[in-house]
């Protein structure tokens, strides 16, 4: 079965609320937009009003490297939670995350390169096949 519908509309909207929801909780800021590309095994992520107020402000009174800095530290703080949610929700794993913010426009891009997790049998359904006692 070919996995060409893996990132379905469910998949998204959760997907998207589970990220909106890491950034209202973690940066008490909310996410203008979340756009989605999928290429195979690479997710593309572009997400709008990502840059918080106070970054904003540093920005506009010439303080840009203090706002890099800033915004490096929230960078470092949200990244593993989004691969950690794209894993979740899509079920797959990532093998490789790239993200960087433009404080400028207010964007952030993310790529995701993901593998898919095999499907295993549980493993409480091997062990009851085992004899007590053997190795």
Request: charged share 25%; no cysteine; net charge negative.
């Given at each position: 079965?070919?996995?060409?519908?893996?990132?379905?509309?469910?998949?998204?909207?959760?997907?998207?609320?589970?990220?909106?929801?890491?950034?209202?909780?973690?940066?008490?800021?909310?996410?203008?937009?979340?756009?989605?590309?999928?290429?195979?095994?690479?997710?593309?992520?572009?997400?709008?009003?990502?840059?918080?107020?106070?970054?904003?402000?540093?920005?506009r009174?010439?303080?840009k490297?203090?706002?890099?800095?800033?915004?490096?530290?929230l960078?470092?703080?949200?990244?593993?939670?989004?691969?950690?949610?794209?894993?979740?929700?899509?079920?797959?794993?990532?093998?490789?995350?790239?993200?960087?913010?433009?404080?400028?426009?207010?964007?952030?891009?993310?790529?995701?390169?993901?593998?898919?997790?095999?499907?295993?049998?549980?493993?409480?359904?091997?062990?009851?096949?085992?004899?007590?006692?053997?190795?």
């Open positions: 079965m070919r996995r060409a519908n893996l990132l379905s509309e469910s998949i998204t909207s959760h997907l998207s609320t589970r990220i909106r929801e890491l950034y209202e909780h973690e940066l008490d800021h909310q996410v203008s937009a979340i756009n989605y590309h999928l290429f195979d095994q690479t997710l593309i992520l572009i997400l709008e009003g990502t840059v918080t107020p106070p970054e904003q402000l540093l920005t009174i010439s303080q490297d203090l706002a890099r800095q800033v915004r490096d530290v960078d470092r703080l949200v990244q593993p939670q989004i691969r950690t949610l794209i894993e979740e929700v899509m079920n797959v794993e990532v093998v490789d995350f790239l993200s960087d913010t433009a404080i400028e426009s207010g964007r952030t891009g993310a790529i995701a390169i993901f593998e898919f997790r095999p499907n295993l049998p549980p493993q409480t359904d091997r062990q009851s096949t085992s004899a007590p006692g053997s190795a």
